[in-house]
């Protein structure tokens, strides 16, 4: 199962992905934690990332395709992976395309959560302070500003990627404003009936 989670910051892509990640047993590939931890690591690309990041801009390209060729080469790939985060703009979608035909791997859907932006800034408001009254570390790009940054640059270079992936045929849109378990329910009737479909290619 190859699936990729679109949908603006605080949709819900992390937690669902998650939830998948448990069921079939396959990696969440989030771009956004593996470039967390090259910055805490203080890796050449974590100092190259942690300025953008903190603005909420978004990471170049070449780091994330670099970043996600190399991980899902891994052995813990081998059956499927979830991307979230990843593509967030047309030329990643490309390079992404570009690199499965090379490995000869297929997607097997993009699912896109769709939410109203007054919702999104309440959930990450939510989020800060969940994550404070556990005593976490809140992000750093988990502030008012940034947090703006992050949604004009999803609306400006991620959401085309909806027509990008409908014009491919593998779209599938979800409310994501709805409960978080109905969500996950919608999400497994997606994968489903992909399942089926390809099954049934096979024994014809
Ligand atoms: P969000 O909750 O905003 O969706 P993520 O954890 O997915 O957060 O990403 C955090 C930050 O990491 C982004 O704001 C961006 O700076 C960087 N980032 C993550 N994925 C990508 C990507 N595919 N391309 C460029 N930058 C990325």
Redesign the pocket.
């Known amino acids: 199962m190859r699936l990729i989670f679109l949908g603006?910051?605080?949709?819900g892509?992390?937690t669902q992905a998650k939830r998948l990640t448990d069921k079939y047993g396959i990696p969440q590939l989030?771009?956004?934690?593996?470039?967390?931890a090259a910055v805490s690591d203080g890796s050449e690309i974590g100092k190259r990332?942690k300025e953008?990041?903190d603005?909420?801009?978004?990471?170049?390209?070449d780091?994330?395709n670099q970043i996600?060729s190399e991980r899902i080469e891994q052995a813990d790939c081998a059956k499927g992976f979830i991307l979230?985060?990843?593509?967030?703009?047309v030329p990643?979608a490309k390079a992404l395309g570009e690199n499965l035909r090379d490995k000869g791997i297929d997607l097997d859907a993009v699912i896109e959560l769709k939410v109203d932006e007054e919702a999104l800034v309440r959930r990450?408001e939510n989020r800060v302070a969940e994550t404070v009254a556990a005593g976490g570390t809140v992000?750093s790009?988990?502030n008012p500003e940034?947090?703006r940054?992050?949604l004009s640059?999803?609306r400006e270079k991620t959401a085309p990627l909806s027509e990008y992936y409908q014009g491919q045929g593998d779209l599938v849109v979800l409310d994501g404003m709805a409960h978080v378990d109905v969500v996950t329910a919608a999400i497994e009737r997606v994968l489903e009936k992909e399942r089926d479909s390809a099954s049934s290619v096979a024994h014809n």
């Not at 989030?30 to 967390?36: A, E, H, P, Y």
């Not at 979230?84 to 703009?89: E, S």
């Open positions: 603006p910051p605080g949709a892509k992390g989030s771009t956004g934690d593996m470039l967390r990332a953008v990041m603005a909420g801009g978004l990471v170049s390209d780091i994330v996600v979230d985060g990843y593509p967030r703009t990643q990450i992000r790009d988990d940034s947090f940054k992050r640059e999803y």
